[in-house]
């Protein structure tokens, strides 16, 4: 049974470029949500998806999007990265209701 | 609005010795209580978590915790660490029954020596 799958592992952009990352959820769990993790720091939230819906929003900017797909995979994208997006993003999945929530192993973005 | 605080950003201890991870948490409704283990490089794993019933819950790796209501706590204990252990480790809380988001603490950086 396959975990949560992230991809790419690593990205390198330079700023003003758009960036997407990609999440499959761990079989059977049908909620998305994506967290960013800065060096040194906790992950901090920045969306939930589920019924191809934005359910929740943490407190980033416009410039960071998101989709939920049918099968339950979900992108996040990024437009006018800037050096500050430098981070691990991890995408987290769980089943409805559920408050547990099963995290990928990340994608680390370089901004240069 | 929630907030997790873990006191300590790094704790030395020597193998086999006991350890304890504090975590403190605020929160104006009742919350479910985590904790997650980042080993280098890699993602979050769960370790144990707290959703009702017995406040001692054991996790993986030998990991137990104890939630405290009045005191607004769930530190992480181990009686006796591996070097294997070495990691970051993050305490983190959900509003009950909301399937919402995590909220995290700065983590505890447990460095295992011998």
């Known amino acids: 049974d396959a975990g949560v799958t992230q991809s790419p592992t690593h990205l390198i952009k330079t700023r003003g470029q758009q960036v997407t990352l990609r999440c499959s959820p761990k079989?059977?769990?049908?909620?998305v949500s994506w967290y960013q993790q800065a060096l040194g720091q906790g992950p901090q939230f920045i969306f939930q998806?589920?019924?191809?819906?934005?359910?929740q929003r943490g407190n980033f900017p416009d410039r960071f999007s998101g989709h939920q797909f049918p099968n339950y995979s979900s992108e996040l994208n990024v437009n006018a990265l800037l050096l500050g997006d430098s981070a691990l993003y991890l995408c987290?999945?769980?089943?409805?209701?559920?408050?547990?929530?099963?995290f990928g192993a990340g994608t680390r973005l370089s901004v240069l | 609005a929630q907030s997790v605080t873990q006191l300590d950003s790094q704790v030395p201890v020597f193998e086999e010795a006991p350890v304890e991870l504090r975590c403190n948490y605020s929160?104006?409704?009742?919350?479910?209580l985590f904790w997650y283990v980042q080993y280098p490089n890699q993602g979050l794993q769960l370790l144990l978590k707290?959703?009702?019933?017995?406040?001692l819950v054991k996790g993986i790796n030998g990991f137990e915790a104890e939630f405290n209501k009045s005191q607004t706590s769930f530190h992480l204990r181990k009686p006796s660490v591996h070097i294997s252990d070495t990691a970051e480790y993050f305490c983190?809380?959900?509003?009950?029954?909301?399937?919402?988001?995590?909220?995290f603490g700065t983590g505890t950086r447990l460095q295992v020596t011998l």
């Open positions: 987290a999945s769980s089943f409805s209701g559920s408050d547990i929530q099963y």
């Open positions: 079989s059977g769990h049908d909620t």
């Open positions: 998806y589920y019924e191809e819906e934005e359910r």
């Open positions: 929160s104006s409704v009742s919350v479910y």
């Open positions: 707290y959703l009702s019933g017995s406040t």
């Open positions: 983190a809380v959900i509003d009950t029954g909301t399937a919402s988001k995590l909220t």
